[in-house]
């Protein structure tokens, strides 16, 4: 793979970085294959039945699923730029961003080595802000695919970021037509991330792919935030494409169980890192209830239609 290529490739790391403030964790393919330890979900696993109790930690909880600091309703999705001295929110795409963006300096690192054919190369990249993580990666030069492990060590990429310990085993595929990687699988178990605000347990996956049009990140994990009961994230699928965000997925909470969730109105963001001016976040229980995060250029706000209210008694479910 020349330096040209690697170029490109680093533009269509830039582009997967905006999928760094959304919430979610864990990857792979989308389906049940993904490496998430099942085990360590503890919580409810029936269908949770929404109330007006609960609708918080179903909407605003949800959506910044994972969110280092957070605590029970409070909206961290609307906080992300908090100047106060605990510093801002972290979420979990942020965390699989720091991730993804340390493997262009990886490549660079094992180009440069050249390893004889079928022998992985090892190196070490360095956090942009501290740290560092230990590379083994075998780079087929023939097709540029790659794959590899990466052990993190107090790896920080922003001052403000997240701080990755942990290994990661990655596989990319590369496209010669684009000049760029058509997917980026990295799975987990466990990794930790660390912030002024606290810190997080994954196990997991995060999954990356792009086309011309449209990025993708897939997740799964179980996650635990400062020592919390574990959370279930499933076969969270964000959709990014033109100025609108699309969501799917099942979310277990420890104290209630799962909801789908979904974007029945698909959010307008600028860009993935971007608080949605527009849009419906919204959850979906047993009986009929639900609860949606509508977001407007002013701010969120919360709805519930639970198993007693007049919409619920027309549900035929």
Same mark, same amino acid.
């Given at each position: 793979?020349?330096?040209?290529?690697?170029? #490109?490739?680093?533009?269509? !790391?830039?582009? @997967?970085?905006?999928?760094?403030?959304?919430?979610?964790?864990?990857?792979?393919?989308?389906? *049940?294959?993904?490496?998430?330890?099942?085990?360590?979900?503890?919580?409810? +696993?029936?269908?949770?039945?929404?109330?007006?109790?609960?609708?918080?930690?179903?909407?605003?909880?949800?959506?910044?699923?994972?969110?280092?600091?957070?605590?029970?309703?409070? +909206?961290?999705?609307?906080?992300?730029?908090?100047?106060?001295? $605990?510093?801002?929110?972290?979420?979990?795409?942020?965390?699989?961003? @720091? !991730?993804? $963006?340390? +493997?262009? &300096?990886?490549?660079? #690192?094992?180009?440069?080595?050249?390893?004889? =054919?079928? %022998?992985?190369?090892?190196?070490?990249?360095?956090?942009?802000?501290?740290?560092?993580?230990? %590379?083994?990666?075998?780079?087929? /030069?023939?097709?540029?695919?790659?794959?590899?492990?990466?052990?993190?060590?107090?790896?920080?990429?922003?001052?403000?970021?997240?701080? +990755?310990?942990?290994?990661?085993?990655?596989?990319?595929?590369?496209?010669?037509?684009? $000049?760029?990687?058509?997917?980026?699988?990295?799975?987990?178990? =466990?990794?930790?991330?660390?912030?002024?605000?606290?810190?997080?347990?994954?196990?997991?996956?995060?999954?990356?792919?792009?086309?011309?049009?449209?990025?993708?990140? #897939?997740?799964?994990?179980?996650?635990?935030?400062?020592?919390? =009961?574990?959370?279930?994230?499933?076969?969270?699928?964000?959709?990014? *494409?033109?100025? @609108?965000?699309?969501?799917? $997925?099942?979310?277990?909470? =420890?104290?209630?169980?799962? %909801? /789908?969730?979904?974007?029945?109105?698909?959010?307008?963001?600028?860009?993935?890192?971007?608080?949605?001016?527009?849009?419906?976040?919204?959850?979906?229980?047993?009986?009929?209830?639900?609860? #949606?995060?509508?977001?407007?250029?002013?701010?969120?706000?919360? @709805?519930?239609?639970?198993?007693?209210?007049?919409?619920? &008694?027309?549900?035929? /479910?």
């Amino acid at each position: 793979m020349n330096m040209i290529e690697l170029k #490109r490739m680093s533009k269509a !790391v830039c582009i @997967t970085l905006l999928l760094a403030l959304l919430p979610a964790c864990g990857g792979g393919g989308g389906g *049940s294959d993904q490496p998430v330890d099942h085990s360590k979900y503890a919580g409810p +696993i029936a269908r949770a039945d929404i109330t007006t109790s609960n609708a918080v930690a179903f909407t605003t909880d949800a959506y910044a699923a994972g969110s280092i600091g957070a605590s029970a309703n409070v +909206i961290g999705v609307m906080v992300q730029n908090d100047d106060t001295p $605990g510093g801002k929110l972290t979420t979990l795409p942020e965390i699989a961003a @720091t !991730v993804r $963006g340390s +493997i262009p &300096q990886a490549l660079a #690192r094992v180009q440069q080595a050249a390893p004889l =054919p079928g %022998v992985a190369a090892s190196s070490t990249v360095y956090g942009t802000a501290g740290g560092s993580a230990a %590379v083994s990666m075998n780079l087929n /030069e023939s097709t540029g695919n790659f794959n590899g492990t990466m052990t993190f060590n107090k790896y920080q990429n922003l001052s403000n970021g997240p701080t +990755i310990t942990g290994s990661v085993t990655m596989t990319g595929i590369y496209n010669a037509a684009t $000049g760029s990687y058509d997917s980026i699988t990295m799975d987990f178990a =466990p990794l930790s991330a660390t912030t002024a605000k606290g810190s997080a347990t994954m196990y997991g996956s995060f999954a990356f792919s792009a086309t011309a049009t449209s990025e993708t990140l #897939r997740m799964s994990c179980t996650l635990s935030v400062n020592s919390s =009961p574990n959370y279930w994230i499933k076969d969270w699928t964000y959709t990014f *494409s033109g100025d @609108t965000l699309t969501i799917t $997925g099942v979310y277990y909470h =420890p104290s209630y169980g799962y %909801v /789908e969730v979904t974007t029945p109105t698909p959010l307008t963001v600028s860009s993935f890192p971007g608080v949605p001016t527009s849009g419906v976040f919204q959850a979906a229980g047993a009986h009929c209830s639900k609860a #949606r995060l509508t977001f407007s250029s002013t701010g969120t706000t919360v @709805t519930a239609i639970a198993s007693g209210s007049d919409q619920w &008694q027309l549900c035929t /479910e």
